[in-house]
């Protein structure tokens, strides 16, 4: 933010000339307040199960070993990453890790997570059971 000279001698009315001081103090809580809008989680909890901001519900694989997706390829394409973005922060029980392509994924408790494209609306869970190693992924 730039500040001139004449926005510090301003006046405003009766409360007298903007201080140096009340003006920093504006600027340290907008600043505060930016940082209060902090990332969202990658995924919300909707009827017991883990989606994605989309509303489509997440699955974990148990071929997965923690930290590390054993889901690539032509699995990839059936049961799609949650990809996280190049700034995304980890917290609580969300981690990131790095797929083989060099590409990053949410993880849930150590387990990556994925959307499933047999699902084609929010809310669905086509996914679960699949194989008997997809499953809803559950908070």
Request: charge should be positive; proline fraction near 5%; glycine fraction near 10%.
């Amino acid at each position: 933010m730039n500040i001139s000279r004449s926005m510090l001698t301003s006046t405003t009315g009766r409360a007298g000339r903007v201080t140096v001081r009340s003006l920093a103090l504006a600027v340290v809580l907008a600043a505060s307040a930016g940082a209060a809008s902090a990332q969202q989680a990658p995924a919300m909890v909707k009827d017991g199960a883990l989606v994605g901001h989309n509303g489509m519900t997440l699955y974990t694989f148990d071929k997965d070993a923690d930290g590390k997706s054993a889901c690539n390829g032509p699995c990839a394409k059936n049961w799609p990453p949650l990809m996280a973005k190049a700034d995304d922060i980890t917290s609580g029980d969300w981690s990131i890790i790095t797929r083989d392509d060099g590409s990053r994924q949410w993880a849930y408790k150590g387990k990556p997570v994925y959307f499933w494209v047999k699902d084609t609306k929010p809310g669905e869970r086509t996914g679960d059971g699949v194989n008997n190693v997809w499953h809803t992924a559950k908070p």
